[in-house]
């Protein structure tokens, strides 16, 4: 089992930037790729970032050139650095971890965190 637990959603305004980090515990950190993933309001859950234990990385097209996802296996953490933020950002955000499908299939994470809010005024 791996548990994950998110922090450092909020309110911010359109232009701002928020850091997000994810904290793991349980099995070995390393060895799992870490996704982000995001909900907005009526919409299904999107993968926009993702970190492979190789430290490969994926983004959304939505989040390119805005985002930056990176790892610490010392502490345990996945961080998603997002700058520029827009109003289409807002959502839930949750950091997955898995290591069986590649970065990109969503179906390769196994385990999720509870989800932090962000929401960007206009």
């Known amino acids: 089992q791996v548990q994950l637990v998110e922090s450092g959603g909020g309110l911010v305004q359109a232009g701002g930037s928020l850091r997000l980090s994810c904290a793991a515990s349980g099995r070995t950190f390393s060895n799992y790729d870490m996704g982000w993933f995001r909900q907005a309001p009526g919409k299904e859950r999107e993968l926009v970032a993702a970190?492979?234990?190789?430290?490969?990385?994926y983004y959304a097209d939505s989040v390119k050139g805005r985002f930056t996802t990176s790892r610490d296996n010392a502490k345990n953490t996945v961080y998603l650095q997002m700058n520029s933020l827009k109003p289409e950002d807002t959502g839930v955000y949750y950091c997955?971890?898995?290591?069986?499908?590649?970065?990109?299939?969503?179906?390769?994470?196994?385990?999720w965190g509870q989800g932090t809010q962000v929401t960007v005024s206009s």
């Open positions: 997955a971890a898995g290591n069986l499908y590649g970065i990109r299939a969503k179906e390769n994470y196994d385990y």
């Open positions: 970190i492979s234990w190789r430290r490969n990385t």
